[in-house]
């Protein structure tokens, strides 16, 4: 049996990897915040470990205690705009992964998957391959992108299967409250809309059935020869806020007519964020969710989950 060594596991894509491995009897453990808010892993029989990632030698012993097969790093810092503590963003996201390369080596993990972002690219003008010129335009992008580079140098090495996943827009089931897609299907099942940022601002959404399917594919599905270094995650189609939002006005029978500009844009938000996911293609994946489907799935989910789910000024 494959044992997983999963950080992040608290956290929304984290949290649906080791339901879905601990589901079908995967030995999972979970490297958790002794702060961990636990409420996604309900249910969870995956083994939990309480460790401060930024420990360095607290985490390596707890990785040659475990002897994991593969090690799938979820954790992340900077990804919303709440997130603003430089010296933690690069801590989690730069020095814990080079940390966690260090045990896999010493610990002779066979894999080591590390989920990346699409933040990486930064502004493109089209769609953006695993080639294309990284221009990360945050200090979250900035580290993201470092710390492919350490995935690519593990990977040159030759002592570790290393992968980096560029995930693009994710959505789906145990999102974190307050991000775009559980935010509109919710006023959506209320025949509403909620603010909105520029009609332009393009995304690619790609569902978390679909995510969980390839970075299950990496870490415990048969060996990929040749096992490519870094891989774009998306749907391949790029996805403009005034698109989604004539989807989601007639999924949900809405009659309010959408007020542009009526949220703040983020710093990072741009016209073009497109998937090339030729690469990914060729390992057999391929994303099998529409947008529609996924946000009639996450309408249907989220509605047990509504208290958690309300808007929370303090993060706007």
């Known amino acids: 049996m494959t044992r997983v060594f999963l950080t992040g596991g608290g956290g929304f894509i984290g949290a649906n990897l080791a339901r879905a491995w601990s589901a079908r009897g995967v030995d999972v453990h979970l490297a958790l915040r002794s702060t961990s808010d636990l409420w996604r892993l309900e249910g969870c029989t995956g083994v939990q470990h309480i460790v401060d990632l930024r420990d360095s030698e607290r985490l390596a012993d707890l990785i040659a205690l475990v002897e994991p097969d593969v090690i799938v790093n979820a954790a992340a810092h900077g990804a919303y705009s709440w997130q603003t503590d430089s010296d933690q963003i690069i801590d989690v996201n730069l020095k814990v992964v080079s940390t966690l390369l260090q ?34 335009n945050s200090l979250y992008a900035t580290t993201k992108a470092a710390a492919t580079h350490l995935i690519q140098n593990a990977s040159d090495r030759g002592d570790i299967a290393a992968t980096s996943l560029r995930l693009f827009s994710v959505y789906g089931a145990w999102e974190e409250p307050g991000r775009l897609m559980p935010t509109i299907v919710l ?126 000024p303090s993060r706007r």
């Not at 590390?114 to 990284?134: K, N, P």
């Not at 990929?224 to 999924?251: A, F, H, K």
């Not at 309010?256 to 949220?263: A, E, F, T």
């Not at 090339?276 to 989950?305: C, K, V, Y």
């Open 103 to 136: 045990a896999a080596r010493a610990a002779r993990v066979a894999r080591f998957i590390q989920l990346g972002t699409s933040s990486e690219y930064g502004s493109q003008d089209g769609a953006a391959t695993e080639d294309s010129l990284l221009r990360p």
């Open 187 to 312: 006023a959506g099942l209320r025949h509403r809309l909620p603010p909105l940022v520029a009609p332009t601002t393009a995304r690619d959404f790609v569902h978390i059935d679909d995510v969980v399917r390839i970075v299950d594919l990496f870490a415990i599905g048969p060996d990929i020869s040749p096992r490519p270094t870094v891989v774009n995650v998306g749907s391949g189609v790029q996805t403009t806020m005034s698109e989604l939002v004539e989807l989601v006005r007639t999924q949900f029978a809405i009659d309010d007519k959408p007020v542009w500009g009526s949220m703040s844009p983020r710093p990072w938000d741009t016209d073009r964020w497109q998937a090339d996911i030729s690469r990914a293609a060729l390992t057999g994946w391929h994303p099998t969710t529409t947008l529609t489907q996924g946000l009639t799935a996450l309408g249907t989910w989220i509605e047990p989950f509504r208290a958690i789910y309300e808007p929370r």
